[in-house]
């Protein structure tokens, strides 16, 4: 039986932007390639002209042109296209094919009414939100931090703050105070744009008491602009402008500040469960030429297109969903509760704004699946032609629920990548077949290997993750790492030289990848290398079990030490020998006797960061004796209690737990 689910049209290359571009190639640079291989390897060994291609093909507004494309290759320390002076704002505001009366934001949510901005509006908007940021003394390299959710008002601040050349950061007003000061503090930001609080489904959720704490913390705010979201009647605490001040009508023109290519352009974070989240700078001209090159020859949008993903402002895939407009995409927004009133509600708003590209969570598509959701049947989804997956790996069977209850005739494009780079760095091509299970390619110029432990690169086994040439897209730096030594060790410290992401990943024969998880939270069992994410899928196949955790304790000597399960249950279920059994007989079925665990706990929930990630080294770390406010900062979880169980567990199964010291390394 053939795993392949989906096939490219016989007249892809005449239907696809990746299809233009090819004939742009051909036309443009006498370049010609057989198939998408051929073109990857061109894009990761010739670094220079194939970043050159895309800065042209996409015509590119720049000040100032660039003197070359890539001065020194290695990493860190690569520097793209200098000399170049440009602006993130002024290439996404161009929406290129779109007229001026073209909606380009199209708002749902659940504490207000819908919301639509023209290409001309959003214009409008920037320009008077540009001048009210000005009027408040913003200029370049000043920090403007949003306190709000996925709504209009936070694109208008990201981009009116980029066209000044001000670097913008957002914190969902979900974050709690801790979270977000832990945060702000490190870059400093001299304005605050806040909301009241939010409604989440049917709950209303004040947080002016956070932004009040938020305030108090940060020293370095000059002023704060309140958006009476939930509250329109009380736009903004004491001493703080509203919203319709900032965006007061104006007579200034609006005008982007030139900057560099690698000028910043906002500061994203890692989870920070382990310790402060690392600010990860990113700049102008990289993010812009990541997301043109992924958003059209990747997911393959363009003018005709509304691009939507359900995310926050928390979470990458927020900054990546709002470059849309400049590949003349509109983008959908949606803040609120995805279960509220049921699953069905995401769908039900693809139909009601006409979505073509509907891009979501891996377990959310599980969890409809879960559910018996049949979405073709509760929306006309005739639009959709592109549905993207991220967040954790996709099993097979979230493909084939896909194909079975989503659209026959649409390409699920499941992509990994991060924060750090702020784009998928392996995903889906319209070129290239759809197979159950599994990552269509590497992206164009992402140089994606797995290296083996010795270092070596392998094809068709298990690896370390590693990307071996420079992106435009990766970080400028950490904020407050002037020598770079932060940075450093976050990715380079295992290969000199080569970057080190962190995830498990099989690249097999024909370009295809499996993310397996985290590296960090491998389990190896006797020496041979488990994956979390095929093991998850097992698991919480079954009816019984809502959500889970595992983790391995490694045995000093050398043996295969414990593997345990955690387990959250369906509601009025309990955990007993019966379904212990069936847990691990579906294991050992499915997968192999090595994954069969040693013991199987029953817990509340699974602790999760607040883009939903699991936490397994936390949990790890707790298991083996670390205090729980040592093994995890509480603030970067959506359920810290979550914790409280595997302390207790910690203690119960051996109650004079200390700390293990380290093991000295061995001498060279």
Request: glycine share 10%; hydrophobic share 40%.
């Amino acid at each position: 039986m053939t795993d392949v689910l989906w096939t490219p049209p016989a007249d892809v290359l005449q239907r696809s932007r990746i299809g233009a571009y090819l004939g742009w190639l051909a036309e443009h640079r006498g370049l010609e390639f057989a198939d998408y291989d051929a073109l990857w390897q061109w894009s990761v060994t010739d670094l220079d002209a194939f970043w050159r291609s895309i800065w042209d093909h996409f015509e590119v507004i720049a000040h100032t042109p660039p003197t070359a494309t890539l001065t020194d290759r290695g990493l860190p320390g690569a520097r793209w296209f200098p000399g170049a002076m440009l602006n993130y704002a002024e290439n996404v505001l161009r929406m290129p094919g779109r007229a001026d009366d073209d909606p380009m934001v199209i708002a749902h949510g659940q504490t207000r009414d819908p919301v639509v901005l023209t290409a001309a509006q959003l214009r409008e908007q920037v320009r008077r939100v540009a001048a009210g940021l000005r009027r408040l003394g913003v200029g370049a390299g000043d920090r403007v931090a949003a306190y709000a959710p996925n709504i209009p008002e936070t694109y208008v601040l990201l981009l009116a703050t980029a066209s000044l050349g001000a670097i913008f950061s957002s914190c969902a007003p979900e974050f709690g105070t801790r979270s977000v000061t832990d945060r702000w503090q490190q870059i400093e930001p001299t304005v605050l744009v806040a909301v009241d609080g939010y409604r989440y489904g049917d709950k209303s959720v004040d947080r002016r008491a956070e932004v009040a704490a938020i305030r108090a913390a940060l020293p370095s705010l000059r002023h704060t602009v309140g958006i009476g979201y939930l509250d329109p009647a009380d736009p903004a605490p004491d001493g703080a402008l509203a919203w319709a001040e900032l965006a007061a009508e104006t007579d200034e023109p609006l005008t982007f500040a030139p900057v560099p290519f690698d000028h910043p352009l906002y500061v994203l974070y890692s989870s920070g469960t382990t310790g402060l989240p690392k600010p990860i700078v990113h700049g102008h001209g990289g993010i812009l030429l990541e997301h043109l090159k992924m958003l059209a020859l990747h997911h393959d949008l363009g003018p005709a297109d509304r691009f939507f993903w359900f995310t926050t402002t928390g979470w990458m895939m927020w900054n990546f969903l709002v470059s849309g407009p400049a590949v003349g995409a509109a983008i959908v927004l949606f803040d609120g509760n995805p279960g509220h009133p049921d699953l069905g509600g995401l769908w039900r708003l693809a139909e009601q704004t006409g979505t073509t590209y509907f891009g979501t969570s891996a377990p959310y598509l599980l969890a409809c699946r879960k559910a018996g959701l049949v979405p073709r049947e509760i929306a006309d989804l005739s639009a959709l032609r592109g549905l993207g997956s991220t967040g954790a790996p996709l099993p097979a069977e979230g493909f084939t629920w896909v194909y079975d209850a989503v659209g026959a005739d649409l390409q699920l494009q499941s992509l990994s990548g991060g924060t750090d780079v702020c784009t998928g760095f392996v995903g889906g091509v319209p070129l290239l077949p759809v197979h159950a299970g599994e990552i269509t390619c590497r992206a164009l110029g992402a140089k994606v290997e797995a290296r083996s432990a010795d270092g070596t690169p392998v094809v068709g086994e298990l690896g370390e993750l590693v990307i071996t040439e420079p992106m435009p897209s990766m970080p400028v730096g950490f904020w407050n790492d002037p020598e770079g030594v932060r940075y450093r060790e976050a990715y380079f410290d295992v290969y000199p030289g080569v970057w080190r992401h962190g995830d498990w990943i099989t690249i097999n024969s024909r370009g295809g990848c499996v993310i397996a998880g985290r590296s960090d939270a491998t389990l190896n069992r006797g020496g041979v290398r488990l994956g979390t994410a095929e093991f998850y899928s097992v698991v919480e196949g079954l009816d019984e079990v809502v959500d889970s955790v595992v983790v391995h304790l490694e045995d000093d000597e050398g043996g295969a030490g414990e593997l345990l399960l955690f387990v959250v249950l369906a509601e009025g279920l309990a955990l007993d020998d019966e379904l212990r059994r069936k847990i691990c007989r579906e294991l050992r079925t499915a997968l192999s006797p090595r994954h069969v665990p040693d013991e199987i706990h029953e817990v509340r929930a699974v602790p999760r960061t607040l883009s939903a990630k699991k936490l397994e080294v936390p949990v790890k770390k707790i298991l083996t004796g670390t205090p729980v406010d040592q093994a995890a900062a509480k603030g970067a979880l959506a359920n810290p209690d979550s914790l409280t169980a595997f302390a207790a567990l910690a203690h119960h199964r051996t109650p004079d737990l200390t700390p293990t010291p380290p093991t000295p390394p061995p001498p060279p």
